[in-house]
């Protein structure tokens, strides 16, 4: 899918997100490397710790779904770019190889795209090689 179509899937995503305390609706559009697309919203909480951020749901989603293999996400708002948390950016690290790219876009035609270590530098997660598993 191009990059401009998961835009376009993130933004209307927008309109599912239950925002009533921050009014900042955000929509995310996970893409797996066999191609299924995963959406998300916000969902906040009275608790506002307990609020769940559109990519993180999108991100469940598909692992409960059985994918785990992600090559990119967009992530909007009906305000312009979403910049995810720092929750999130350790969230998705956990599932994103070098390779997986974190996008957010005001509109379609200004798409910006970082890498996983752009956003989460030296990022923490316990798996891999130094494990002797893959799970
Ligand atoms: N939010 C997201 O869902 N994703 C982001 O990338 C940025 C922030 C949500 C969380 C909260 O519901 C609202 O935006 C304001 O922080």
Redesign the pocket.
Known sequence: MTDKELYRIAKEMTKMSY?PF?H?C?G?ALECKDGTVFTGC?V?NSSLGA?M???RTAMCKAISEGHRDFAKVM?T?SGGE????GI?RQFMKEFCDDDFIIMTAADEDHIRRYTMDEILPEGFRLRGEAFGETF
Do not use: D, L
Request: charged share 10%; proline share 6%; net charge negative.
């Open positions: 925002a921050s900042f955000v995310a916000n906040e609020t951020c559109a990519e992530i708002s979403a910049w995810p948390c999130c």
